[in-house]
T-cell receptor, first 114, second 114 residues
Framework: NAGVMQNPRHLVRRRGQEARLRCSPV?????VYWYRQLPEEGLKFMVY????????ESGMPKERFSAEFPKEGPSILRIQQVVRGDSAAYFC????????????FGPGTRLTVL | AQSVTQPDIHITVSEGASLELRCNYS??????LFWYVQSPGQGLQLLLK??????LVQGIKGFEAEFKRSQSSFNLRKPSVHWSDAAEYFC????????????FGTGTRLQVTL
């Protein structure tokens, strides 16, 4: 079974550009989580989605960040007008059920903003 | 709000020596606890988890952890460390309910000397 897939693995953007990060969950998993890891820090929750629904976005910055998980296709984390402070590793995780369940993590996308 | 503390930022042990990584949590209800390992440039791999039942849980790669409610701790142990165990280790607590996001500690970086 394929695990969680994320692409691209590395992304370089200039300030003001848009970054689009993709996550394909484990087959059969309908719950997706996005986390951000700043250098030398632990992972911080950003958003939790089910198919076509945002369940919890309490960790998302209020501006420039958005996420979706459409009926078909991967989950997308979009960052508009990137700034240097957005440079981080962004991890996606999926689980088969909501509630307390193991989350399986992808390899991450490392975003560098020049 | 829940929180996780990993008091040791960096630990160095000799190969073959025993290991204990500390984790303390703060959570109002019954916690769901996890240990993940992250190798450089990689995603997170689940080592073990505690949801309920026996407070001593066994994981992969010879790791175990003990849940102690009275001390709000979930320390990770391994009797004999191998050089390949060098990595960053994250303790996390999961919410109950529909959100189920994970809150991570800041991590402990393990170095193994030969």
């Amino acid at each position: 079974n394929a695990g969680v897939m994320q692409n691209p693995r590395h992304l370089v953007r200039r300030r003001g550009q848009e970054a689009r990060l993709r996550c394909s969950p484990v087959k059969g998993h309908s719950h997706v989580y996005w986390y951000r890891q700043l250098p030398e820090e632990g992972l911080k929750f950003m958003v939790y989605l089910q198919k076509e629904n945002i369940i919890d976005e309490s960790g998302m910055p209020k501006e420039r960040f958005s996420a979706e998980f459409p009926k078909e296709g991967p989950s997308i984390l979009r960052i508009q007008q990137v700034v240097r402070g957005d440079s981080a590793a962004y991890f996606c995780a999926s689980s088969p059920n909501g509630g307390p369940d193991t989350q399986y993590f992808g390899p991450g996308t490392r975003l560098t903003v020049l | 709000a829940q929180s996780v503390t990993q008091p040791d930022i960096h630990i160095t042990v000799s190969e073959g020596a025993s290991l204990e990584l500390r984790c303390n949590y703060s959570y109002g209800a019954t916690p769901y606890l996890f240990w993940y390992v992250q190798s450089p440039g990689q995603g997170l791999q689940l080592l073990l988890k505690y949801f309920s039942g026996d407070t001593l849980v066994q994981g992969i790669k010879g790791f175990e952890a003990e849940f102690k409610r009275s001390q709000s701790s979930f320390n990770l142990r391994k009797p004999s460390v191998h050089w390949s165990d060098a990595a960053e280790y994250f303790c996390a607590v999961g919410e109950t309910g529909t959100a189920s996001k994970l809150t991570f500690g800041t991590g402990t970086r393990l170095q193994v000397t030969l």
